[in-house]
Each structure stands twice: as C-alpha cells, then as structure tokens.
C-alpha cells in the first residue's frame, strides 16, 4: 500500500538522520542534539493544528462529516506531536538553562496552545448530537488557532530566554540533519492521519452497515 511504503521511507530517513546526528557531525554546541528532536515535532504540531483549522473551516462551509473527523484526527495528532515537543523542549531547557520548567514565555506560550487544544476534544466528547458538537467544535477550533500566532510572537513580545530563529547558528551539516529529521516527522505524521482516517472510515462504514441491517431487520 502506498502509505506502507511512506513509512518506509520515513524510518529510512530516521535512520539517516540519525546516523548523522551522533556520528557524522558534531555541531559546536553539545545541546543541539536536542534540536533534532524538539524542532521538528513542534513544527508538526503547528501544521497539525493548521490542518484541522482548515478541515474545520471546511466542515462550516460544507457541513460534511469527513471534515469534522479530519479536523478531529489531526488535533488528536497535534496534541501527541505538541505532548513530545513540551517534554523535549523541557529537557533541552534544563541542558541550557539548568531547570526543565522556568515559566519561559515560549513554554508557558506552548502550554496554553496545548490546553487549548485539549478543550477541544474536551468540549466536543461533552456534547451530545453529531451534528451540534461538529459546529460547536469547529468555532474552537477556529478560535483556538490564534495561540499558534501567541506562541511564535512570544519571543519577540516578552523577554524569553528562547532565541529567535534568526539568532540560532548553525553549519550546514547541522542544517541538513535538521531537515532530514524534519522530513521524516513530516512523513510520519503524514502517515498516521492517512492511516487514522483510513480506520474512522473504516469504522463508520460498519457502523452504518450494522445500523442498515438492524433496520431492515425490525
């Protein structure tokens, strides 16, 4: 299947990415290893988001049921992705600034997307009726895209301890293993909303066929 072998590539550039971190090149400072990881989670866990508020700005516009799921999915996804970008990020912390949590503005900035996000799943598993808690759901979501822009101008907006993106020096070895690891989270992430929906498809097509049977049995 197509997605089997986007898997396989994306292992195959982990790999790669891998070997070039920890054996090939040796970035100046020793902390940066932990760029290979933080950076391209949190980048996917933007794009995430984005795609569910794009899928439910869609669901508003077209009121059809795939993009509420979509919407769903990929903020499951982003949660996962923004879970691991908070855990790396606080273990990069504590290498560069001798704590794992100090309030930074991006942390704090991080954190209020991530439970932002977990109020919508939460407000949408309280409201009963698909349709209701579609509409509902797609309004937060919408809404709750604008900690996204709050979080990429913390750094400019209050004094954090993060660089800007612009400060951070790296060698082009660094850059190239930076990218490959981004483009294998990329591929990963890719890969699990195909699959995941894939399933919920899967799952509501028995669904409705066992709904059509009972039916017709009555």
């Known amino acids: 299947m197509k997605r089997d072998i986007l898997l396989c590539v994306a292992v195959a550039l982990s790999v790669v990415a891998s070997y070039m971190a920890y054996v090939a090149v040796q970035p100046v400072r020793e902390d940066l290893y932990f ?3 933080h950076v391209p989670v949190a980048l996917i ?28 999915v990929s903020t499951i996804l982003g949660l996962v992705y923004g879970a691991v970008a908070l855990i790396s990020g606080a273990i ?21 997307l991530w439970i932002a996000y977990m109020g919508y799943l939460s407000l949408k598993l309280s409201i009963g009726g698909h349709e209701k808690r579609a509409l509902v759901g797609a309004v937060y979501n919408i809404l709750a895209f604008s900690t ?18 612009s400060e951070v020096s790296m060698s082009l070895p660094v850059k190239q293993t930076l990218s490959l690891n981004l483009i294998a989270a990329l591929l990963f992430f890719v890969y ?20 059509e049977k009972g039916g017709g049995g009555d």
């Open 192 to 211: 699990l909303l195909i699959t995941a929906f894939a399933v919920w498809s899967l799952e509501d097509r028995v669904n409705r066929l066992t709904y």
């Open 148 to 165: 996204i822009p709050l979080t990429f101008l913390s750094v400019t907006l209050w004094g954090s301890l993060h660089p800007k993106a």
């Open 35 to 37: 760029s290979y990881t």
């Open 92 to 112: 990069w912390a504590n290498a560069s600034w001798g704590a794992y949590w100090n309030w930074d503005p991006k942390q704090a900035t991080m954190l209020i």
């Open 45 to 72: 866990c933007f794009l995430a988001f984005f795609v569910s508020l794009v899928a439910s700005v869609m669901y508003l516009w077209k009121r059809k049921r795939e993009y509420d799921r979509a919407a769903e």
